[in-house]
């Protein structure tokens, strides 16, 4: 009886994860769930993201927190639509809070949908939330051991980004000891070297995001798709 | 009927963490459960603090990790007793597996018990594992907001580590903000600025444990209590 309670949520949750995905495609979104421990540099990524796409593409957020508006008020003024989503004391975000973050953007000029979801290593790498990619952070000061302690956040990662590479100097973390581990858990996704502060890796990152864009059907800084044209 | 069910398990949690309190009050014990996100220095803290007590106490720890052995590995050749318990996908610790750890240790000539949780800043907060205080930690290149993110763990700390103090030069941290979000939730806990690399606060850490242990109802450095005789 338990067991059949908890399979039908996660059969529930799995099927309104697929409506987001669908719908997004229909609008000819791309889609990347943000992820990563708190405090790795998500806000960060996207205050030099959104700008850096300005002049090519339509980009929103949907900022997961479980309190303030923090990270939407450093967002808000850099040209995007951003709606900031609060859990309360939920440890990741729904696809039923994406899919109510949904009804409040206007999809269909957009180009880009970033989700940063809440600062946590294990609950969100468990939720489909219909995103098309997920770019997992890790930060220098969190240590090097964090992949083999986290294996099932970076077996999901499309593209796993190591934040805050201007502290390496200061740091006692070895590269190659999460390169090790990542050769594990997740040998396909690119691994790019990053600082929000320098802006190193920040180009390889934008190419990676144009280039997954295209792949999912959307030529970068395509003409608007017809009425009625789906993605593949 | 689904609420019920809920209601069940937490009670049968909460009683099970009021079990380990009582199996720990027996025996002399002094619990803290130490919590954090990913990677701000709860190992590390504990790698200073077990030698620092080693000649006048004895000190186990529980450390929670998703995978790996790792951090038991760091702690094990220092002298304290040390058992791991891997959660699998568990996003916390539960009182029962502390229950089974306390199997695993000598209770009977043990002064402190460290309880290292999962690193996750949501949902080890909910928990209750039968510790008589929960020390917060919160590593400065996680940034100064996250007190104001985060308000339900900090709520429940009994002391709050500010972690890395040794990174402000080179980060974009305002202490007073943290203070000022402090004062909103949680005016009452000590609040220790700490360097694990070099050992500032530590003295301070020391003295606040061997304090709150002595007001637990052992005297710091005290003779072995007799048997039978019960912490009030």
């Not at 338990?2 to 979104?29: C, F, H, P, W, Y």
């Not at 980009?59 to 859990?87: F, H, S, Y």
Request: aromatic share 4%; with cysteine.
């Amino acid at each position: 009886m338990k067991i059949n309670v908890v399979k039908n949520v996660l059969e529930a949750s799995e099927a309104l994860a697929g409506a987001n995905r669908r719908r997004l495609d229909e609008a000819g979104v791309f889609c990347v769930n943000v992820l990563s421990a708190p405090g790795s540099g998500k806000t960060a990524l996207l205050e030099r993201t959104i700008p850096a796409l300005a002049g090519e593409a339509k980009t929103a957020v949907l900022v997961g927190d479980l309190q303030t508006t923090r990270d939407a008020e450093r967002l808000g003024p850099l040209g995007a639509q951003v709606t900031q989503i609060n859990t309360g004391q939920g440890c990741h975000l729904s696809p039923e809070e994406v899919a109510g973050g949904l009804d409040t953007l206007d999809l269909a000029g957009l180009d880009y949908l970033f989700i940063e979801n809440i600062g946590n290593m294990v609950c969100p790498a468990a939720f489909d939330l219909g995103e098309h990619a997920r770019a997992v952070l890790l930060s220098t000061p969190e240590g090097d051991d964090k992949v083999a302690k986290y294996p099932t956040l970076f077996q999901s990662a499309a593209v796993v980004l190591l934040t805050k590479v201007d502290l390496l100097g200061v740091l006692d973390f070895r590269i190659e000891r999460v390169r090790e581990d990542l050769s594990r858990v997740n040998s396909a996704a690119p691994f790019i070297r990053l600082s929000n502060r320098t802006g190193e890796g920040h180009e390889e990152w934008l190419a990676w995001l144009r280039q997954r864009r295209s792949a999912a059907g959307r030529p970068a800084a395509a003409p608007r798709r017809a009425a009625g044209e789906e993605m593949p």
